[in-house]
C-alpha cells in the first residue's frame, strides 16, 4: 500500500480522466487508499477487456475487409501510432511495473496477432485483386492489329547509298557537306572552274539566278564542291560530293529542274587518264554489272582537259540500237576529265607538281538506266505506286 499512496497524484488524475468519475470527498485516508486500490484493480481489468475488445473487433473488422484499401484502413484504425493499441500502451505507463509487464505484454502480443492477420489477409486480397486484373485486362492477341504502311528508302537515296558505297571501296570519302552549298556563287560555280566570264560555255548549264543578291545562283551542277574543297585541303585527295543541282530548264520525260549529281575528285603526283579509267570502269563493273562494256568518248568542259564522256552499252538492247538509247546503241552515264590547269592554279595546288580527274554523274539517270525507268518526273511525284517497287 506504502508503494500505491506515493502515486496519489498520478492515479486521481487517471482516475478523473479515465473513468471519468468525480472524486469522493473521502472522510479518512483508509477510505482514500481503498478508493484507489479499487481503482487500479478496475484499471487493470478495464484495459485488459479493452485489449480484448480491439482483438476481437479488428479481427472481424481484417476478416470481412474486402479489398486492400478497406484493409489499410483497419490497420490505421488499430495499429497506427494514433491507433486503438497505441493509446492504450500510452497509458501504460501509470501502472505498477507488474501491471506494466502483464497489461504490456498482452497489448504486443495483440499487436502481433494483429499484423500476421492484416499480412495474411493482405496476401489473399492482393492474389484476388490481381486475378481479377489478370482476367479484366485480358489481351486477345488473336485481334488482327492496325496496319501500319512500312517507310522506304526514296529509289535516289538508294542509288546515291549504293554509289557512295562502291567509291569508299575504291578509297573515295563524302566531303564535308559544308563545302557543297545548293545555294551558291557565280564565282565558285563558274568563274573559279574555269568558265571564262560571259563565256557562251556558261549556257551549257541554264541557270536560276536571284534576285535577292547579284552572282548568287541555285548551283547548276555540284564541281563547285571541288572548288571549297581544294580551298581547304591540300593533296592527295580522293573524295566525292552527292547532293541537288537545278537548272531552268523546261520539265520533261528525260529532264527536270532539280536533279542530283555525284561530284568525284582525286588529286595527287602523277594521276593519269589511266587512273581515270580504271576509277570509272571499276565503278561501272560494279554499278552495271560486270557484263557491260563502257566507251570513252572525247568531249568538253571547261574545267577539265583532256575531258571525256562515258557511254555503257544500253541496257533495254544490247548494244543493237533502240529508242533507248536513240539508235546509238550506247547511253552517256557521266562526264569527267583530268582537272585542269588554270583550275588547280586557282585554288592555289601547283599544277606542276600535282594532277588529278574529277568526274560527275547524274543519280536520275543512273537510277532510271538500272531499273528502265522512262520518266524522270516519276521520282519527284511521291506516287507510292511507283516508290513501292524498290
Ligand atoms: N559538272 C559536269 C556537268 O554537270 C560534269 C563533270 C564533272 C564533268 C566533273 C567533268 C568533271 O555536266
Known sequence: MAKNSLRVKKIKEIYYGFLSERPKNFNTATDKTQHQIVYIVKLRFFMKEKLELILKEASE?????????????????????????????????????????????????????????????????????????????????????????????????????????????????????????????????????????????????????TKTAPNVILRSQTSGAQIRQMLNKKPPLRVISPGRVYRCESVSARKNNLFHQIEGLMVDTDITFADLKGVLNEFVRIYFGSSRPTRFRASYFPFTEPSAEVDVQCIMCQGKGCRTCSGTGWLEVLGAGMVHYNVLKNVGIDPEIYSGFAFGMGVERLTMLKYAINDIRLFFNNDTRFLNQF
Open 61 to 209: 473488422e481484417i476478416n470481412n475487409s474486402n479489398n486492400l484499401t478497406e484493409l489499410e484502413d483497419v490497420k490505421v484504425k488499430y495499429l497506427s501510432r494514433k491507433g486503438e493499441l497505441n493509446s492504450i500502451k500510452k497509458n501504460l505507463k501509470d501502472l505498477s511495473d507488474e501491471e506494466k509487464r502483464t497489461i504490456g505484454s498482452l497489448a504486443n502480443n495483440i499487436s502481433n496477432q494483429l499484423n500476421e492477420m492484416i499480412s495474411a489477409k493482405n496476401q489473399e486480397l492482393y492474389r484476388i485483386e490481381l486475378n481479377k486484373k489478370l482476367i479484366n485486362e485480358k489481351i486477345d492477341i488473336t485481334l488482327p492489329s492496325d496496319y501500319r504502311p512500312q517507310g522506304k528508302i526514296h529509289p535516289l537515296t538508294q542509288t546515291i547509298n549504293e554509289i557512295v558505297e562502291i567509291f569508299q571501296g575504291l578509297g573515295f570519302s563524302v566531303m564535308p557537306s559544308e563545302y557543297s552549298p545548293e545555294v551558291e556563287t557565280e564565282y565558285i560555280n563558274f568563274d573559279m572552274l574555269n568558265f571564262p566570264p560571259n563565256h557562251p560555255a556558261k549556257d551549257m548549264q541554264d541557270t536560276f539566278y
